[in-house]
């Protein structure tokens, strides 16, 4: 069987390509390119990120590791394809006043759809996909549902941001690394001579100023507070995000976090801690995957950020294909742009994203 592996460049999708081949898979290399030369972004700050124009190192890496392991590779071109939906996504979310997650989108529209398809366009042939991901696939034989599972290792599990992957690429993929911790992993490249082992990780998908992607003039706004009393000034409201506690140059009696965005008034509304918390939400465009979408009252566990530890809440449905989301103990700083993604012993639920709070 021929595998492609999505390869970064970085110690897991090595890892993923090492391994499939250890167990006998015909395995190809190949990395998405998505950082288009022709961007003029003047604050970088760093090479961490996914998007970055320090791509070329990491075509690089993933290049050698491929020559270390015998297998062929190819560089596929996917800037136009990310630009259209990642980037443009990530500039009308913020510009909403909603905070984006583009790794999530980026896996469901670029990484697990995009790229694979590409290659195929490209005269590449293979039976299956696969990525560097801590996370696990299965099939349910009772439901007929391919199932995704969280990774062995709760530090590093990855499910959460696979979560709006469909039934048709959950089939086609394969996750060599959920039964694997990182240590694991690095400990398996060491061995194997790969210079990768000890790769940092990507900290984010974009290092610098969000402002070089949003590309909006700078608009004087306000600060206030709950109940409307002006505190400050800003440059626009899409530089900040709930929850944030920094950056806003303004002396209080306590620290002041931004609890609400009002794009139309371009206000950030700050209030103190006790005021960043909240008892439910309410989430929309679903991804039901392990289950179809509740009739009833569904129990189970949430994460709003993928490094959370999972806690318990109430899944309701309402209209238009909503749900209300109620927490059993009150949570902080739910933001709406951001995920909710359901679990039950081990297994992705579903998920969809937060379209208000309360």
């Known amino acids: 069987m021929k595998i492609l592996v999505g390869m970064s460049g970085g110690v897991d999708s090595s890892a993923a390509a090492l391994l499939l081949k250890k167990a006998g898979y015909d395995v190809i290399g190949a990395t998405m390119s998505i950082w288009d030369k022709a961007q003029n972004f003047k604050n970088m700050t760093g090479k ?67 790229l694979p398809l590409a290659a195929r366009a490209a005269g590449i042939e293979f039976d299956k996909f696969a ?42 993929i394969m996750l060599p690394l959920g039964s694997y911790t990182k240590a694991e992993i690095r400990e398996l490249a060491k061995e194997a001579g790969l210079e990768v082992c000890d790769k940092p990780d990507s900290q984010d998908f974009y290092t610098g100023d969000i402002n070089d992607i949003i590309q909006e003039a700078p608009r004087s706004g306000n600060f206030v507070n709950s109940e409307g ?7 626009g409201f899409w530089n900040f995000t709930i929850g944030q506690r920094r950056g806003m140059g303004i002396a209080a009696e306590k620290p002041l976090y ?94 969809g994203f937060i379209q208000s709070v309360f």
Not at 56 to 61: F, G, P, S, T, V
Not at 229 to 235: D, E, F, T, Y
């Open 48 to 114: 961490e990120g996914c998007f970055s124009p320090h791509e070329e190192e990491d075509i690089a890496a993933a290049r050698k590791v491929c020559q270390k392991l015998d297998i062929p590779y190819h560089v596929i071109d996917c800037t136009a394809e990310y630009k259209k939906i990642v980037l443009s996504n990530f500039k009308a979310e913020y510009l909403a006043g909603r905070t984006p997650n583009p790794c999530v989108l980026c896996n469901a529209t670029i990484k697990f759809s995009a």
């Open 131 to 172: 990525t560097g991901h801590y996370a696990g696939v299965r099939f349910n034989q009772e439901n007929g549902r391919y199932q995704l599972l969280c990774g062995k290792d709760p530090r590093k599990d990855q499910a959460y941001f696979l979560y709006r992957l469909s039934q048709e690429q959950l089939a086609g």
């Open 229 to 235: 009393k002006i505190l400050g000034q800003h440059q």
């Open 258 to 351: 931004v609890i609400a965005l009002h794009p139309e008034t371009n206000e950030v509304v700050l209030g103190f801690a006790d005021e960043t918390m909240q008892q439910g939400l309410i989430a929309g465009r679903m991804n039901w995957i392990s289950i179809s979408a509740p009739e009833t009252a569904l129990h189970c566990e949430a994460k709003i950020r993928s490094s959370q530890k999972p806690v318990r809440v109430t899944v309701t449905p309402e209209e238009n294909d909503c749900f209300k989301v109620e927490f059993e103990d009150l949570q902080k700083a739910l933001t709406p742009g951001q995920s909710v993604v359901f679990y039950r012993d081990g297994t992705v639920l579903g998920g």
